[in-house]
């Protein structure tokens, strides 16, 4: 049975993904709504959002963590990929360059809580 710590360990890195991605993506709605930015620089600022975000909650869980960041990020990836996946399933479809995007996401939070997990030891 999962304990509260450990419940509460990745809302934690789901909350750290969030904020993050919320705020950048609005940023950018709002940029592009003014006209200020156009269709084809939304594209890079997809990922790189989603890098920064994923980075983020990577590493609060990883500072959170006492050992094995990577595994700690590789399911705080699964949580994020289920929920964007559920998520393209019920409003886009799924397509197979979605694949790319969600190996991103794992890649990237795992490295994140590699480093702060790496940090935290400092």
Do not use: A
Request: net charge positive; no cysteine.
């Amino acid at each position: 049975m999962l304990n509260k710590e450990i419940i509460f360990k990745y809302l934690k890195g789901l909350l750290f993904f969030l904020v993050p991605f919320i705020t950048l993506t609005l940023l950018i709605t709002i940029l592009y709504y003014f006209d200020i930015i156009n269709n084809q620089i939304i594209k890079y600022f997809k990922i790189i959002i989603m890098i920064i975000s994923t980075l983020s909650g990577g590493f609060i869980i990883g500072r959170n963590s006492t050992s094995k960041g990577y595994l700690n990020g590789i399911i705080l990836s699964s949580i994020i990929v289920i929920i964007f996946l559920i998520l393209n399933l019920i409003f886009k479809g799924f397509k197979w360059y979605h694949l790319v995007y969600y190996f991103i996401i794992l890649v990237t939070t795992t490295i994140g809580s590699m480093i702060g997990i790496s940090l935290k030891k400092q």
